[in-house]
Nanobody, 121 residues
């Protein structure tokens, strides 16, 4: 499975960005798809995940501002990020998780290379 993120860039605080992650492979529908982020000098942290049945989970820091969704016909998962804050600045990584599902970095089976999101104050 190959994952390719897109949509990152520079945005002002309070703005919005939508990230996309295109996945290869025929088993996309069975994967849980997650988003993680890593800021300079910090560990990679969980942001959001959407499971094959559509259940979603979010980190407390992004709840109410970010929305994860998926389009199984396009093998693509999205992360809509609204009301962005400077502390959201990070490299955002897409990840795929085969069953049994988890929410940690160690549970993910495949990773993209990441896309930079920079939020200016």
């Amino acid at each position: 499975v190959q994952l390719v993120e897109s949509g990152g860039g520079l945005v002002q605080a309070g703005g919005s960005v939508r990230l996309s992650c295109a996945a290869s492979g025929r088993t996309f529908v069975t994967f849980a798809m997650g988003w993680f982020r890593q800021a300079p000098g910090k560990e990679r942290e969980f942001v959001a995940v959407i499971r094959s049945g559509g259940s979603t989970y979010y980190a407390d820091s992004v709840k109410g501002r970010f929305t994860v969704s998926r389009d199984n016909a396009k093998n693509t998962v999205y992360l809509q990020m609204n009301s962005l804050k400077p502390e959201d600045t990070a490299v955002y990584y897409c990840a795929a998780d085969q069953p049994p599902y988890g929410l940690g970095r160690g549970d993910m089976d495949y990773w993209g290379k990441g896309t930079q999101v920079t939020v200016s104050s």
